[in-house]
């Protein structure tokens, strides 16, 4: 009974591999081989204990993943769990996954451009090659879950 493990729930999540992409960007590669960008300015700015990070370029270049993968670090004893870092919106979106969200929700390019409160045309262009900003990218995730959701 000494080495019994007890499981609950989902596993927690292992950061396999961290690199900064630009600002406060950085991309995030899961021990189960998926890997994300998200963006750490908005987490660094809502609380005191990250305030040596939001500016000074040479501290948040210290990041590193700890040795079980369960969060991020910093010189100065700086931590950001791993479980926090899972629950970050992915930032930005490719074009192609775009096309499968309105594909997947059968949207026109009108009706995309109603859902999302946007010009036809913009809608387009994000169909094609244009770079999605952050905020479409999120407003089409989300009607994409709601969608899973029916």
């Known amino acids: 009974m000494d080495n ?6 989902r596993p927690l999540p292992r950061i396999a ?19 994300v960008t998200v963006d ?4 660094l700015n809502s ?6 990070l939001r500016t000074d370029e040479e501290s948040f270049a210290t990041m590193r993943v700890n040795d079980e993968g369960t969060a991020l670090e910093w010189d100065g004893g700086i931590e950001l769990s791993a479980v926090w870092i899972a629950t970050l919106p992915a930032v930005g979106m490719e074009n ?18 109603l859902q999302l409160d946007v010009s036809r045309r913009l809608i387009a262009m994000y169909r094609g090659s244009a770079p999605i900003p952050n905020s479409i990218a999120l407003a089409a995730r989300y009607l994409a879950e709601k969608a899973d959701e029916r």
């Open 96 to 113: 192609g996954e775009f096309r499968q969200i309105m594909d997947k929700l059968s949207y026109s390019l009108d009706g995309m451009a």
């Open 47 to 52: 609380h005191r204990h990250f305030i040596p």
């Open 4 to 9: 019994e493990i007890v499981t609950k729930g």
């Open 17 to 35: 591999a961290a690199t900064i992409i630009d600002n406060r960007r950085v991309r995030v590669t899961w021990r189960n081989g998926n890997s």
């Open 40 to 43: 750490l300015a908005p987490v």
